[in-house]
């Protein structure tokens, strides 16, 4: 089987990102350990299938050209102690209820792709972190260490490398039953329930929606006399930053059919603004593989690595290859994103734009306590839209972190959250994120938006 790729510059490999600095990486002390893991993930079954890829592409070009609408979404960090049915299944329910709203309000097919089945790892803005007297290694994800604060717990393990694919697997397992068991049939409105939204007008609004599909869905059954299977089963895709790199290159394996080579560990990763230079071993790595791929864009980007980046990631212009997902932030979205598109479009290859209202918009209180104010987010997304649509630009996805938990970790939203009310449920150990309530919200005021344009 062949590994090597040309892509139309120089040679590449699953490997040839070592050639570069790779930041963001733990410091494992036992190399040999770390070996022997890596050898051992790379023995295990793929995650991931290459015609799942190849099918999850096609959707993203169809997204690009304004033809379906992207969702991910999914946890900041995943743990492995939420690898439970009812805390997947509750992940999975909050998207499924976002995409019928999306698919109602937008007048056309969601691609459903997860932040879960592998987003374990996290960057950190510092390597080290100090309370009191005590500094110890951050925290990094469960792929890497604990998040309690001793240096056992601290400590890069690289047995959770092998935890971290065991834990994908069984989650993938899970969603994978889920959507093939008739999770999401409209047939069974018990799966459907909303004891999670507090708010009449909005439990009204999505009841709404419900019923009116629901309607559409008996005349067309009442007129062909066949059950619409199709709204039975309901497909997700896999998505995670492609932070370890060591990791990732022991799930990438060349197609036995092509000449491609896969991430099978995932179907989308991404890389992040820290890792997005052009010269990085992220990069290289990513530059490769035939998934389609992702790269967040924020404000520290100039136009012209933008428009190198573009052609350097994407050479033949094939659409479904590359997203970009701007998290530019409320306060600089004005400025920014306008140079960014036009930019972009100026290089003749095609893209996906996805908005990121979060990431550019997290706050630190005065007692350490990370938020993100709902409206402000949505201000980003609404300009996200105006500005796409002044500049005959397509914005054909959102990205977004939210969990199926009635969490209190953004203020605002129907329910008024305010920043005394963090506490009465903040459980991420990263950054917070929509509960399953602000979510749905954020859907309706995204459609509301697409129709006034």
């Not at 899970?174 to 004891?195: I, Q, S, T």
């Not at 520290?300 to 479904?320: C, F, I, Q, W, Y």
Request: hydrophobic share 40%.
């Amino acid at each position: 089987m062949k590994d090597i790729v040309s892509t139309g510059r120089t040679p590449w490999t699953a490997s040839s990102w070592q050639q570069r600095h790779a930041v963001q990486q733990p410091e494992y002390t036992d190399r040999s350990e770390l070996k022997n893991v890596l050898e051992r993930v790379a023995s295990m079954p793929p995650l991931v299938t290459p015609w799942e890829v190849r099918r999850l592409e096609s959707l993203l070009a169809e997204a690009a050209a304004g033809k379906r609408f992207l969702l991910q979404g999914g946890d900041c960090a995943e743990l492995f102690s939420e690898c439970q049915p009812d805390i997947i299944a509750n992940r999975i329910k909050v998207l499924l209820q976002m995409s019928l709203v999306l698919i109602y309000g937008l007048h056309m097919p969601v691609v459903r792709v997860g932040r879960f089945a592998g987003q374990y790892a996290k960057p950190r803005s510092s390597d080290f972190e100090t309370r009191g007297s005590m500094t110890l290694p951050s925290y990094r994800g469960d792929i890497v260490n604990g998040v309690e604060f001793t240096k056992t717990s601290r400590k890069p393990d690289p047995k959770r490398l092998l935890r971290a694919y065991h834990h994908a697997a069984a989650t993938l397992n899970h969603v994978r039953a889920l959507g093939e068991g008739g999770f999401a049939d409209l047939h069974h409105p018990e799966y459907w329930d909303l004891g999670f939204v507090h708010q009449d007008a909005l439990r009204t609004e999505y009841q709404g929606v419900v019923d009116a599909i629901l309607e559409a869905i008996r005349f067309t059954e009442a007129v062909s006399s066949e059950r619409m299977s199709e709204m039975e089963r309901v497909s997700f895709f896999t998505s995670h930053e492609a932070l370890l790199l060591p990791f990732e290159e022991a799930l990438t394996r060349p197609d036995s059919h092509s000449d491609d080579v896969f991430n099978l560990g995932t179907h989308f990763p991404w890389i992040g603004m820290r890792t997005s230079n052009m010269e990085s071993a992220h990069v290289e790595f990513l530059r490769g593989l035939a998934n389609p791929i992702a790269v967040k864009v924020g404000p520290g980007m100039e136009t012209s690595e933008l428009k190198s980046l573009v052609r350097h990631l994407n050479p033949d212009a094939r659409p479904g290859r590359l997203t970009l997902i701007a998290r530019l932030g409320q306060a600089q979205i004005g400025s920014q994103l306008p140079d960014m598109i036009r930019a972009v479009s100026a290089t003749g290859v095609p893209v996906l734009w996805s908005c990121d209202p979060m990431h550019g918009n997290t706050e630190t209180l005065s007692n350490g306590t990370k938020t993100r104010r709902f409206e402000t987010m949505l201000t980003e997304l609404e300009e996200s839209l105006d500005i796409h649509h002044a500049e005959k630009s397509v914005l054909g996805g959102v990205h977004l972190e939210l969990t199926g938990e009635n969490v209190t970790e953004c203020t605002g939203g129907a329910r008024g959250l305010q920043d005394q009310d963090l506490e009465r449920a903040y459980q991420s150990q990263v950054d917070p994120r929509l509960n399953s309530e602000q979510a749905l919200e954020m859907a309706f005021a995204l459609i509301r938006k697409v129709r006034s344009l």
